[in-house]
C-alpha cells in the first residue's frame, strides 16, 4: 500500500521564507498525481519533502500509514527521478543501476535480473556498460527512470523529469511515461511546471501557487471547472480571457453584460448565482479562446485583429477591447486580415464567472 | 540514521501522541548534540589555524621573561616597543621589509603585465610558430625552478647580477603559469569581436591591448598578481642563493637568521615581533582579497 | 583567416621570450653543463661526461632522501586528506547543513599564506624542547614528565615537519575538495540518499569518485612538493638535515652539495636527476588522472580505424584506386 | 668551530660597555692614498662571520685615524656585514666573491682562508706590506707566530695572504673543587692550601686524568661513579676536539692528493669514546646531555641543571679556547661576597644597585684549566684584501690600522685578555701577569702560550670542514642507534659513500673499514 498523506505541511526556510503553506492532500494508491504550478510555488518543495530531503517544519506526512516526518529518505520505499537525472557520472549504466540495490545487500543474481528486466522495458539494453557521458538527453532519462524502477518502490517521485528534453522527445516521454504507469501499477507524484505535461499525464492534478494548494481535481474538471482565477489562468493554452462583467437579474434570469454585450446564463449559472447572491454584482468573467466566436457585423463586441497564428489545426487570432489584448481560436479556414474590423462573442455556456475580491469562481 | 518507525494508531489517543512528541524531543537533543560535536570540531581546527598566530602577535608585545617564565596568556604585554628596539638594533628587519616590498611590488607588476601581454599575444594572433612557442612554455612549466638554481647562480655571476635585486626581479617577465592561466582565462572574458571591431574604429595594437584588453582580463590578472605577491613575499630559497650583503636582503632572509641570534634564546619577544613583521602585511592583504583569491582556487579546482 | 596585423603577436611575445631565453633556458642548459662537469665554484669547470650521473647510482643519501620525502609526505599526506575529506562531509551534509563555509575556507586558508622560512622559524620556537610552548603546555597538564624532542629525534622530527605540511596544507586541499564536490550535480547525493546510501557510503562512492582528479593533484602535487621541500627542513635543522639526516631533503642536499662542499657538478647532476624524476611523476599522475580518457580515446581511435577500413574497402569498391583526401582532409 | 659566531655575539654585550675606552695615538699615519679619487664617494665594504671587529672598536679606530675630517681618506664610508657562519657566511661570501662582487676586505677562519687563497681570491698581502715604508716585513714576520703567519701564506706565490692578531689554543677548564672531592684521595694529588693550588691541581689532573683519549673516557666513569648526578662534560661536543688524540695528527688528505687512511685510523677510538659517553638521557649517558650553546648548557656553569623531571645535575668541565672563558666561562661563574659565601646572581627585574653588586663581586675562584690529550685550537679570525677591490689602499689601510699597529694590538689586548699572536704584544703581558682570579690565581696565559705552540695548522687543508662535517654527521647517527648503524665499520664506509660522491678527487678504494 502506498498511499501518501499529507497533513497540514508547512515548510519555512530559516531565513523566515515559507515555501509551503498548510498543505492538505491525500495521494491515493497507485495514482498517477501531478503536482504543478509556477516556479517557486512550492511543488518540488512539497516532493522533497515527501522524499525525505526537505525536513518538514510543521504538519505531518505519512506513506501508506506510517508517519515519515523522520524517517531517512532510504527508509521510505520511494525512488526519484531528478530533473538532471543525477546519474553517478563515473559508474556505468549497469551501476548506477545497480547502485540501490548492492547497498540493500541484494543478491548479485537478483540485481542481474533486475536490471535486465528493467532495462528490457526501458530498451537500454545496449546502454548498460555506458557511462553516463556517451549518452544522449533521452538515453539518460530513461537510465534514471531506469534506477528509480529497479528498486520497485512503492511511490515514485518525479521531478520536471521531461524538462531537460526537446519538444519531441518530450512528447514520446510522455506517451512512455503513461505507459509505464499502467504497466507498473505504483504510486507516481510528478512534478512539472507544464500545464500540458499536467493535463495529459494526471490521473489527478494538483495545482499550487505560492506554497498553497489551488485545486486538486482530475484535468477534465481542473480544465472545465476551474476553482480559481489562479487555476483557469493556469491551465490552458493559450490562455483564459478574463473580462470586467456584470450580472443583472431581468425577469428571473440571469444575464452577464460584457463589453457591452449581454448574455443570457444557462440555468445552472443562472441557479449558482442566485444562491450565492451574485446577481447586479460586478465579477469577473473568464472565457476560453475556443469559446470565443467571430460573429457577423454588429452581432457581438466590436474589434480588431492585430496579430494571427496559424498552428495548424487551430488559428489564433489576437484582438484588442478596450486597450485590454485577447485571443480567440477557431479554425484555420477562417481568414482575417491584419487590422481587419471583426465581431466577437462568447458560447454563453463556457463562461466562468469568478468573484473579483476572492478570484474564487462561482459556479 | 534512526530506523525505528512509529505507527500511528487508527485512534487519536493521547498516549501515542506522547510518544511521538517524546521521540522528537530525543531528535532534537541528538541533533543539538551532533552540532555541539561538529562545531566543537570545528572550533578546534580553528583554534589550531589561528593559535599560532596568536601566540605570534600576543607575545611580540611581551619581554622574553615574561614568555619563558609564565608560558601562554591572552592579554598582550607592554613590551612591544622595547621588543622594536632590540629587534631593530640587531636584524635589519625594517630595510629587508621595504627590500622585499619593493621586490614583490615589482614582481607583480611585471609578471601581471606581461603575462596578460603574452596571454593576449598567444590569444589573439595567428602567427607562424605559435603552437610550437606555446608547446615549449607547456613544457617548461614542468620544469621546477629549483632545478635550474645552480646554472643561475652561475649566469647570473657572469651577469654580474648577483646579490642584486634584479636578478630576482627580471624573470617575472616570463612567469609561465601566469601566462598558462591568463590565456585560458582571455579566451572566457575576452571576444574577438570586440577586438575586430576596436580595430574599424582605428585603435592601434598596442592600444587595444591597454585600452580593452587590459581592463577586460583584470580580474584574472588581479588575482595572478596576488599569488605573485605572496610567493614573492615569501621566497627564500632564492633570495638565499641570489643576495648575499646586509643590505639586499629580504625579509624572509632576516627572519631566518633570527635563528642564529642571541636574542634567540634570551629575547623572545623580539623574535615573535619579526615574526609578526613578515606575516601580518601578507595576512592583510590576503583578508581584503579572500573571497576572490579562494573563489579562483576553487575554479581552478573545478577545471583541474 | 589570415589578419593584416597577425605579425604583431611576436611583438607581443618578445619580452616573455627575450626573458625566458635568458632566464629560465638558459640558466637549465647552463646547469645540464653544470652537471658533466668538476666544478668547486671557482677556477676551471673540468668537463668530466657522465661521471656525476654514475656517482648517483653509489650515493645512499639520494636514496635516503627520498625516503624520508616519502615517508614526510605520507604521513602528512594521510592527514591531510583525512581531514579535508573530514572538513568536506561537515560542509556537504545533507541533513545537518553546517553553516559559515566561506568562514571557514578564509581561516582554514589562513596557514598557506606565510612564509615557509617563518613557519620554520614559528615551530622550531614552538616546539623547541627545552623553552618551546608545546612542551610547556603538555607539562602543565601534566601529559609528559619528560620533554619531548619534537626537532631532535630522527622519527619526531620527520612527524613534525608532516605535522607542519599538514597545518599549511589542510585548508588549502579542503578548499580544493570542497569546490570539486560542489561543482558536483547535488542531486547526485540526494539520488545517492534515496537510492539509501549512508555518509559513508556516499563518501565512498560518490564523494571520493568525484573529486578523485583533484584528490590526485593533491596527492602528487604534495609528493613533487615534498622532493622540493626546503625552508622548513633546512632551517628547522640549521642548514643540516639533521637530527640523523632524517630531514635531509632532495634540494637541501643540492644545497649543501653546492654551497657548503662546493661540489657544484655533482649538485647540478642532483637537481637534473630530480627534475627527471619529478618529470616522471607528473606524467605518471596525468596518466592516472587521465586514464579514462586515454582508454576512450584509444577505444574511440580503433573505432575510427575500423570505421575508416569499412569506409575505405566501401570507396575502394565504389570508385577502384582509393580514396582520395582521405587523409589530407585531416589537416 | 662552527659555532664561534655565538660566541661574537656574546661579545657584543660584554665589549658594548668598553668600546669607549680605545684611545688614538697622534701621529697621522704613512698612507699610499689616491689623489684622483674623491674618497667621500666611496665605500670600504668588510664582511665578517662575527661582529667583533665592531664592537671591538676596531671600525671607530680605524674612521678616526683614516677617514675623519683632515685624514687620508676624509668622508670615505664604511660598510661592515656581520654574518654568522651558521647564517651562511660562505655562502654568501663564496658566489659574491666568484660574481666579482665581494667586499674589500673579509674575515675567514682557518680553513676558509684556505680555499680563498685557493681560488685567488685573497690579494698578495706581502707585496702590500713591502711597498708600505711604514711597514717592516721581516720585523713583523718575527714579531707574529710562525704557524700563525704561515697558515695564511698563498703556496703558490710563497706570499703573505692573510694573517690573524689572535691565536686561539684551547683547554679544559673544570671545577676545582669537584676534581678535588672526586680524586683527591688519589696519588699526588695536591694538597689544598698552596698559593697555586688551582694551578697544581690543573697540572695534575692534566696529566692523570686528561692525557689520552682512554683517560678521558675513564674520568667521566669515575665523576659518574663518585656521584650518580655529576657528569664531566656537559655533551660529548666537548671532546671534539680530541679526535686526534695526539698532538701529531694525522692529515685528512695525503701528499697524493687523496684522503689518507691514517687519518680514518687515528679517529677510531674517539668514535669509540662518543659512542661510550651517549646515553638516551642524562641517567644513562657520561654527559648532562646539555648541547652546546643551549640554555642548559650555559646554565651548568654555575648552578646545578635541573631537567624537565626535576632532577638536578652538576656538570664538571668544559672545552673552551681562549676566548671562553672571558666571554662565555667567567660570565657565568658564581660569585661571592667579602665572607666567601656565594652571592645569587641577581634576577632580570633587579635594582641596578643589586646588579652593580654583583658585577663587583669576586668570582669564587674553583675553576682550574687543564690540557686534554692533545692541543687544540678553536676559532680565530684571519684577515685578506678582496683581490679584486678597487680600493686595495683603503682595504690594506684597514689590515694595517689591525694587524701592525703594535700600541693598539697591545690597548686591545689589555682588554679582551685574549692570547695574541704577536709577541711584541703578548710577552710582556705574560711576563707581567699576575693570574686569574677565577681559576683561583693561576696563569693561565702562560698554559696557553705553551698549548700554542704545540699547535701544527700545518696539516689543515680545505677539506677539513666538510670530512669532519661528514663524519661528524654519521658519528653523531651512530652514538644515537640510528638504523643502519651497528659498528664503527658502518659509519665509515657509511662516510666513504659521502666522500666518494662529495669529493671523488680524494676518494680512493680500499680504506679501512674498522
Known amino acids: 500500500m502506498a498511499k501518501v498523506t499529507l497533513k497540514n505541511i508547512a515548510k519555512i526556510y530559516d531565513n523566515g521564507f515559507q515555501a509551503v503553506k498548510n498543505i492538505n492532500l491525500e495521494i491515493l494508491d497507485k495514482e498517477f498525481m501531478v503536482l504543478v504550478g509556477p516556479s517557486g510555488c512550492g511543488k518540488t518543495t512539497t516532493l522533497r519533502m515527501i522524499a525525505g530531503l526537505e525536513k518538514i517544519t510543521l504538519g505531518e506526512s505519512y506513506i501508506g500509514e506510517t508517519l515519515v516526518n523522520d524517517v531517512e529518505p532510504k527508509n521510505r520505499n520511494i525512488a526519484m527521478v531528478f530533473q538532471n537525472y543525477a546519474l553517478y557520472p563515473h559508474m556505468t549504466v549497469y551501476d548506477n543501476l545497480a547502485f540501490g540495490l548492492k547497498i540493500k545487500k541484494t543478491p548479485k543474481d537478483e540485481i542481474k535480473e533486475r536490471i535486465e528486466r528493467t532495462a528490457k522495458i526501458l530498451g537500454i539494453e545496449p546502454l548498460l556498460k555506458n557511462r553516463p557521458k556517451q549518452l544522449s538527453g533521452g538515453q539518460r532519462q530513461r537510465v534514471a527512470l531506469g534506477r528509480a524502477i529497479v528498486r520497485k518502490p512503492g511511490v515514485f517521485l518525479m521531478d520536471e523529469p521531461l524538462s531537460n528534453l526537446d519538444a519531441k522527445l518530450r512528447v514520446q516521454m510522455r506517451a512512455e511515461l503513461i505507459k509505464l504507469h499502467n504497466e507498473l501499477q505504483t504510486t507516481f507524484i510528478y512534478v512539472t511546471h507544464d500545464q500540458t505535461e499536467a493535463m495529459t499525464m494526471g490521473s489527478r492534478i494538483c495545482v499550487m501557487h505560492d506554497g498553497v494548494i489551488q485545486q486538486v481535481a482530475e484535468p477534465k474538471t481542473i480544465y472545465n471547472h476551474p476553482a480559481n482565477i489562479f487555476v483557469a489562468s493556469f491551465i490552458g493554452s493559450p490562455q483564459m480571457n478574463f473580462l470586467q462583467g456584470r450580472l443583472s437579474e431581468k425577469q428571473g434570469k440571469i444575464f452577464a453584460t460584457i463589453e457591452g454585450l449581454e448574455l443570457e446564463l444557462n440555468e445552472e449559472a443562472s441557479g449558482k448565482v442566485k444562491e450565492k447572491n451574485y446577481a447586479g454584482k460586478e465579477v469577473m468573467v473568464g472565457i476560453r479562446p475556443e469559446d470565443v466566436y467571430l460573429v457577423n457585423d454588429n452581432e457581438g463586441i466590436q474589434s480588431k485583429a492585430e496579430v494571427s497564428e496559424l498552428l495548424g489545426c487551430n488559428l489564433h487570432i489576437y484582438f484588442k477591447i478596450n486597450e485590454k489584448q485577447y485571443t480567440l481560436s477557431t479554425s484555420p479556414k477562417v481568414e482575417v486580415g491584419f487590422n481587419e474590423r471583426i465581431f466577437v462573442s462568447f458560447d454563453r455556456d463556457k463562461l466562468h464567472l469568478f468573484d473579483k475580491e476572492t478570484e474564487e469562481t462561482i459556479l | 540514521m534512526d530506523q525505528v518507525i512509529i505507527r500511528k494508531e487508527k485512534a487519536e489517543d493521547v498516549e501515542s501522541n506522547a510518544k511521538v512528541s517524546k521521540w522528537k524531543i530525543n531528535i532534537k537533543k541528538r541533533k543539538l548534540l551532533v552540532y555541539t560535536l561538529i562545531y566543537a570540531f570545528l572550533g578546534l581546527l580553528l583554534l589550531l589555524s589561528v593559535i599560532p598566530f596568536w601566540i605570534v602577535l600576543i607575545n611580540s608585545t611581551r619581554d622574553g621573561f615574561a614568555i619563558s617564565t609564565q608560558g601562554l596568556t591572552i592579554r598582550p604585554g607592554r613590551s612591544l616597543a622595547e621588543n622594536y628596539r632590540i629587534l631593530t638594533t640587531n636584524a635589519n628587519i625594517i630595510p629587508a621589509f621595504f627590500n622585499s616590498l619593493k621586490i614583490s611590488t615589482l614582481v607583480t607588476i611585471l609578471s601581471g603585465y606581461f603575462s596578460a601581454l603574452t596571454a593576449y599575444g598567444f590569444h589573439v594572433y595567428k602567427f607562424k610558430g605559435k603552437n610550437f612557442l606555446f608547446g615549449v612554455i607547456l613544457l617548461f612549466m614542468m620544469v621546477p625552478s629549483q632545478m635550474a638554481f645552480l646554472g643561475y647562480v652561475q649566469w647570473m655571476t657572469r651577469l654580474g647580477l648577483m646579490d642584486t635585486h634584479t636578478a630576482l626581479i627580471i624573470p617575472s617577465v616570463a612567469a609561465i603559469g601566469t601566462v598558462f592561466f591568463l590565456r585560458a582565462y582571455i579566451s572566457s572574458s575576452l571576444s574577438r569581436d570586440l577586438i575586430e571591431s576596436a580595430r574599424i574604429d582605428g585603435a592601434g595594437e598596442l592600444h587595444i591591448f591597454h585600452r580593452i584588453a587590459l581592463p577586460l582580463m583584470g580580474p584574472g590578472v588581479a588575482t595572478m598578481s596576488i599569488f605573485a605577491f605572496i610567493g614573492s613575499w615569501n621566497n627564500y630559497l632564492s633570495a638565499r642563493i641570489i643576495l648575499s650583503s646586509k643590505s639586499q636582503e629580504t625579509l624572509p632572509m632576516v627572519i631566518a637568521s633570527l635563528r642564529a641570534m642571541r636574542i634567540w634564546h634570551q629575547n623572545q619577544g623580539a623574535i615573535y615581533l619579526g615574526f609578526a613583521i613578515s606575516i601580518v602585511p601578507i595576512v592583510v592583504v590576503f583578508i581584503f582579497a579572500s573571497k576572490y583569491l579562494i573563489e579562483n582556487i576553487s575554479a581552478g579546482a573545478i577545471k583541474g | 583567416m589570415k589578419n593584416i596585423n597577425d605579425k604583431a603577436g611576436y611583438f607581443f611575445i618578445t619580452p616573455f621570450f627575450l626573458v625566458f631565453l635568458l632566464f629560465n633556458l638558459y640558466p637549465i642548459l647552463f646547469t645540464i653543463y653544470l652537471s658533466m662537469t668538476r666544478y668547486r665554484g671557482f677556477g676551471n669547470m673540468v668537463f668530466i661526461g657522465a661521471d656525476n650521473f654514475k656517482l648517483i647510482f653509489r650515493d645512499p643519501n639520494v636514496v635516503n632522501a627520498f625516503m624520508n620525502t616519502i615517508r614526510i609526505w605520507g604521513v602528512n599526506i594521510f592527514f591531510q586528506i583525512f581531514l579535508a575529506l573530514l572538513l568536506v562531509m561537515v560542509f556537504s551534509d545533507l541533513e545537518y547543513k553546517i553553516k559559515g563555509l566561506k568562514f571557514f575556507r578564509v581561516i582554514f586558508y589562513l596557514p598557506n599564506l606565510i612564509a615557509a622560512a617563518t613557519i620554520a622559524l614559528i615551530f622550531a620556537k614552538l616546539l623547541d624542547r627545552d623553552y618551546g610552548v608545546v612542551n610547556q603546555l603538555l607539562f602543565s597538564v601534566g601529559w609528559i614528565d619528560r620533554s619531548i624532542g619534537w626537532l631532535t629525534r630522527p622519527l619526531l622530527a620527520q612527524m613534525s615537519v608532516s605535522g607542519i605540511q599538514t597545518w599549511m596544507w589542510f585548508g588549502n586541499s579542503f578548499i580544493l575538495f570542497m569546490a570539486s564536490v560542489q561543482a558536483v550535480n547535488k542531486e547526485i547525493f540526494e539520488a545517492a540518499r534515496i537510492d539509501g546510501a549512508g555518509r559513508l557510503q556516499i563518501l565512498r562512492h560518490i564523494t571520493l569518485p568525484s573529486i578523485k582528479p583533484i584528490l590526485m593533484y593533491v596527492i602528487i602535487t604534495g609528493l613533487i612538493g615534498g622532493l622540493q621541500l626546503f625552508d622548513i627542513p633546512f632551517l628547522i635543522t640549521d642548514g643540516r638535515g639533521f637530527p640523523a639526516g632524517s630531514l635531509n631533503t632532495m634540494i637541501v642536499y643540492i644545497y649543501n652539495m653546492a654551497f657548503t662542499y662546493n661540489n657544484y657538478g655533482y649538485a647540478s647532476a642532483l637537481s637534473f636527476a630530480l627534475f627527471l624524476l619529478i618529470f616522471m611523476f607528473t606524467i605518471i599522475f596525468a596518466l592516472v588522472t587521465n586514464r579514462v580518457e586515454i582508454k576512450e580515446y584509444f577505444r574511440d581511435r580503433n573505432e575510427r580505424k575500423a570505421m575508416n577500413k569499412t569506409m575505405n574497402k566501401a570507396m575502394e569498391k565504389a570508385m577502384p584506386g582509393g580514396a582520395p583526401g582521405m587523409k589530407g582532409s585531416e589537416k | 668551530m662552527k659555532n664561534f659566531k655565538k660566541i661574537a655575539l656574546i661579545l657584543l654585550v660584554s665589549l658594548l660597555v668598553l668600546t669607549g675606552c680605545g684611545g688614538g695615538s697622534d701621529d697621522e699615519p704613512e698612507v699610499d692614498a689616491d689623489e684622483s679619487k674623491d674618497y667621500s664617494q666611496e665605500t670600504l665594504v668588510i664582511w665578517s662571520f662575527t661582529d667583533e671587529l665592531q664592537t671591538a672598536g676596531d671600525l671607530d679606530r680605524f674612521e678616526e685615524m683614516y677617514t675623519a675630517p683632515g685624514m687620508p681618506f676624509e668622508g670615505l664610508q664604511i660598510e661592515f656585514s656581520a654574518i654568522p657562519i651558521q647564517d651562511g657566511y660562505m655562502d654568501s661570501v663564496l658566489p659574491a666573491l666568484s660574481a666579482g662582487t665581494g667586499p674589500d676586505v673579509f674575515t675567514g677562519e682557518l680553513d676558509h682562508i684556505k680555499l680563498f687563497i685557493e681560488a685567488g681570491y685573497y690579494a698578495n698581502l706581502e707585496a702590500m706590506m713591502e711597498a708600505d715604508p711604514d711597514v717592516d716585513v721581516a720585523a713583523e714576520r718575527a714579531d707574529y707566530l710562525e704557524y700563525i703567519w704561515q697558515s695564511g701564506v698563498d703556496p703558490a706565490t710563497d706570499q703573505l695572504a692573510a694573517l690573524s692578531w689572535q691565536q686561539t689554543p684551547g683547554a679544559i677548564f673544570f671545577k676545582v673543587d669537584m676534581a678535588a672531592e672526586i680524586w683527591g684521595s688519589e696519588t699526588g694529588f695536591p694538597e689544598e692550601g698552596s698559593d697555586n693550588y688551582n694551578g697544581e691541581v690543573s697540572e695534575w689532573v692534566s696529566q692523570n686524568k686528561f692525557n689520552t683519549i682512554e683517560n678521558l673516557l675513564a674520568a667521566q666513569e669515575e665523576v659518574k661513579a663518585a656521584n650518580a648526578q655529576w657528569r664531566l662534560f656537559p655533551d660529548d661536543q666537548a671532546v671534539r676536539f680530541f679526535a686526534a688524540g695526539t698532538n701529531n695528527p694525522v692529515k685528512w688528505i695525503d701528499d697524493d692528493g687523496k684522503l689518507n687512511p691514517e687519518k680514518i685510523t687515528e679517529q677510531i677510538p674517539y668514535i669509540e669514546m662518543v659512542e661510550a659517553m651517549y646515553g638516551d638521557t642524562i641517567r644513562e649517558s657520561l654527559t648532562a646531555n646539555a648541547a652546546e650553546w643551549s640554555g642548559p648548557w650555559f646554565e651548568a656553569m654555575g648552578q646545578d641543571l635541573t631537567d624537565a623531571q626535576g632532577e638536578k645535575w652538576q656538570v664538571m668541565a668544559y672545552s673552551m679556547p681562549t676566548w671562553g672563558l672571558r666571554y662565555i666561562i667567567e660570565p657565568n661563574m658564581v660569585k661571592v661576597d667579602e665572607n666567601g659565601d656565594l652571592l645569587p646572581k641577581p634576577a632580570e627585574d633587579a635594582d641596578q644597585a643589586t646588579k652593580d653588586a654583583y658585577e663587583e663581586a669576586e668570582y669564587k675562584g674553583n675553576w682550574g684549566m687543564a690540557v686534554g690529550p692533545n692541543s687544540y685550537f678553536w676559532g680565530g679570525t684571519y684577515l685578506g684584501v678582496n683581490a679584486d677591490t678597487d680600493n686595495s689602499e683603503v682595504a690594506y689601510a684597514f689590515i694595517k690600522s689591525m694587524l701592525f699597529d703594535k700600541e693598539r694590538l697591545a690597548e686591545r ?102
Open chain 4, 413 to 514: 689586548q689589555s682588554i679582551d685578555g685574549d692570547m695574541y699572536s704577536v709577541s711584541s704584544v703578548m710577552t710582556p703581558v705574560i711576563e707581567s701577569y699576575e693570574g686569574r682570579p677565577a681559576l683561583g690565581g693561576m696563569n693561565h696565559l702562560e698554559v696557553f702560550n705553551q698549548e700554542a705552540e704545540k699547535i701544527d695548522l700545518s696539516n689543515i687543508t680545505t677539506y677539513d670542514r666538510g670530512l669532519n662535517d661528514l663524519l661528524g654527521a654519521h658519528i653523531t647517527n651512530f652514538k644515537e642507534g640510528a638504523s643502519g648503524y651497528d659498528s664503527i665499520s658502518d659509519v665509515l664506509s657509511k662516510f666513504y659513500d659521502d666522500v666518494q660522491v662529495t669529493y671523488p678527487e680524494i676518494y680512493v678504494e680500499g680504506l679501512p673499514t674498522n
